[in-house]
T-cell receptor, first 113, second 113 residues
């Protein structure tokens, strides 16, 4: 039982390049989330998927797209990376219901030059 | 709106000292409250949670009580260890809408032998 896995762990991009961050969970959770973590700002929600087949914007969605590929997998895409997207990205998952705990992956550290 | 205000860090304590990290919140409705811990280079791990007023969450010697009257969820531990050195995040789930978490900015704890 690996929980939530993310790939890659580290990535360096040049401005304008694109990439996809992958996330998978094996806990049979319905809901999945993408957050970014910046110094002094805690974590902020980028996009979420309440259940398979649905996605919605969070607090900071600009410059990102997501795909809920199936119940297990939820990817985050940067179409044209910008230095402001330098951050650590975390994927999380949870059960449905009111106020469930979320379980986080190990993160992807992204640097955009 | 929903927000979490957390005690500014960093906090440095000697081993076996008493720990308190303050957390207060603003929320619409009746949120669930959480403490997450992040060890260096890792993702966030759920430390404890409370889902309604007067609930006490506890785990690994840490405790926090959901105080609706003071809108607080302070984290405490009676005797810290070097292995408790980490960043601690307070978070709330408003139990409405996206079901996502709102995080405080984190408090870095360093425990010295």
């Amino acid at each position: 039982n690996a929980g939530v896995t993310q790939t890659p762990k580290f990535q360096v991009l040049k401005t304008g390049q694109s990439m996809t961050l992958q996330c998978a969970q094996d806990m049979n959770h319905n809901s999945m989330y993408w957050y970014r973590q910046d110094p002094g700002m805690g974590l902020r929600l980028i996009y979420y998927s309440a259940s398979e087949g649905t996605t919605d914007k969070g607090e900071v969605p600009n410059g990102y797209n997501v795909s809920r590929l199936n119940k297990r997998e939820f990817s985050l895409r940067l179409e044209s990376a910008a230095p402001s997207q330098t951050s650590v990205y975390f994927c999380a998952s949870s059960e449905l219901g009111r106020g469930p705990a979320q379980y986080f992956g190990p993160g992807t550290r992204l640097t955009v030059l | 709106g929903n927000s979490v205000t957390q005690m500014e860090g960093p906090v440095t304590l000697s081993e076996e000292a008493f720990l308190t990290i303050n957390c207060t919140y603003t929320a619409t409705g009746y949120p669930s409250l959480f403490w997450y811990v992040q060890y260096p280079g890792e993702g966030l791990q759920l430390l404890l949670k409370a889902t309604k007023a007067d609930d006490k969450g506890s785990n690994k010697g840490f405790e926090a009580t959901y105080r609706k009257e003071t809108t607080s969820f302070h984290l405490e531990k009676g005797s810290v260890q070097v292995s408790d050195s980490a960043v601690y995040f307070c978070a709330l789930n408003p139990q409405t809408g996206a079901n996502n978490l709102f995080f405080g900015t984190g408090t870095r704890l360093t425990v010295i032998p």
